[in-house]
């Protein structure tokens, strides 16, 4: 078994921060079978360890909607010859920067594709639009929705998803949302990769599994890490809050003071360690 963790970086601060705690985490883990692969632009790549799969990546500027949301690239880094190298990789997880691998992710091996849980869909509106758009582009809709952003599965389909995101993903900015960007809780540009991936994965992908559990888990839990391989840091100020160590507001705290079987401690126990030198 071959695996690969990938994820894109530019070069902000909180980008910087947040792969940092990432590769701690994967470092900790100690796994034997899995890479850690970054596609960043050319200065960002400059503070990724040299121990990682460096790939430069400049962010997409056509059509220059991309430019604005750059949440894209986290998918479009997939497409394209730059990245046909991960296909000789049994299983990836294409993921964001702002997470945690724990133990738990070494006897992770699922027998399907399979996705964290999300929350973006919140009423019939964004539903039915997400569907209409799907059956536009001739393209089936199962109902499956709020998928998580974290994809892990068959290295090949990952990125076929991908792409087809890509697509989807460039019809909403320039059309869709053209003239009116929408607003949260509803019908929302903000959220476009994630419409894009469920369409995607709705149509291309025949059995899935949404795993809140599994991949996307928050990071302000308090259970024990030992069933949750993969920990997202979700929007909250409570602990651990990515806002709150970004901000330097957990930097008094001694390590020796936490439980790392939980997962809050969990994570800032390795945010705090990925400071080291």
């Known amino acids: 078994m071959k695996r690969a963790i990938v994820v894109f970086v530019e070069d902000k601060k909180r980008f ?14 100690k796994s034997k079978d899995t890479d850690f692969v970054v596609f960043g632009t050319k200065k960002a ?12 990546y400049e962010i997409l500027s ?3 909607e991309f430019l604005e949301y750059r949440f894209i690239n986290s998918i479009s880094c997939l497409v394209g010859n730059q990245a046909d190298f991960l296909d ?20 992770f091996y699922p027998d399907i594709y399979t996705v964290g849980k ?3 869909t919140n009423n019939d509106e964004v539903r039915e639009n997400l569907k209409r758009v799907a059956h536009s582009f001739g393209l089936r809709h199962r109902g499956i929705h709020n998928l998580g952003s974290t994809h892990y599965g068959n290295a090949r389909l990952v990125r076929k998803v991908s792409s087809l995101a890509l697509s989807i993903a460039e019809y909403l900015l ?25 369409i995607a994965v709705n149509h291309l992908v025949d059995e899935f599994k949404v795993d809140g559990k599994k991949l996307d ?14 920990i997202h840091c979700w929007h909250t100020n409570k602990r651990f809050s990515k806002f709150q160590f970004e901000a330097g507001n ?16 969990y994570c800032l126990y390795i945010a705090l360690k990925s400071q080291d030198n």
């Open 62 to 64: 056509e059509p220059k």
């Open 88 to 107: 000789e990789y049994d299983l990836i997880l294409r993921t964001d920067a702002d997470t945690f691998l724990t133990p738990a992710w070494n006897s």
């Open 45 to 56: 790549l400059k503070w990724v360890p040299d121990d990682c799969i460096k790939v430069n």
């Open 118 to 120: 999300g929350g973006y």
């Open 16 to 29: 910087e921060l947040q792969l940092k705690a990432l590769y701690r985490s994967y470092k900790y883990i």
């Open 250 to 265: 957990y930097d008094s705290i001694s390590v020796k003071d936490l439980d790392i079987d939980k997962v809050n401690d």
């Open 217 to 230: 888990y928050g990071s302000a839990a308090t259970d024990s890490i030992a069933v949750h391989p993969h």
């Open 174 to 198: 320039t059309e869709e949302f053209k003239e009116d960007g929408g607003s949260w809780p509803g019908w929302f540009e903000g959220v476009t990769t994630m419409y894009s991936c469920e």
